[in-house]
C-alpha cells in the first residue's frame, strides 16, 4: 500500500465505496443463477461464461471508483 492510500491514512471508507466495490462481488455471486442460460450464445460463448468474463474484466474499474470515491 502507499502512502496516499486512504487505508493506511487512517480515513472511514464512505457507504459509497462500500457500495462500488460490492456490485461486483454481488453480480459474481448471486447472478450467476439468473445468467445460468445455454442459449443466448454471445461471442460463441454460452452466456453465462460472457457474463462471468464481463464481470471479472469490469471489476477492477468499479474497484477503481470505490478507491477514487473513499480518496475525497
Do not use: H
Not at 466495490?21 to 450464445?41: E, H, K, M, T, Y
Amino acid at each position: 500500500m502507499n502512502s496516499n492510500s486512504p487505508l493506511s491514512s487512517g480515513k472511514k471508507l464512505s457507504f459509497a465505496s462500500y457500495i462500488l466495490a460490492g456490485i461486483p462481488f454481488i453480480a459474481n455471486s448471486f447472478g450467476v443463477c439468473l445468467a445460468n442460460r445455454d442459449q443466448p450464445v454471445v461471442f460463441g460463448f454460452p452466456f453465462l461464461l460472457s457474463y462471468l468474463i464481463f464481470w471479472v474484466c469490469v471489476t477492477p474499474i468499479f474497484l477503481w471508483l470505490a478507491e477514487r470515491s473513499a480518496r475525497k
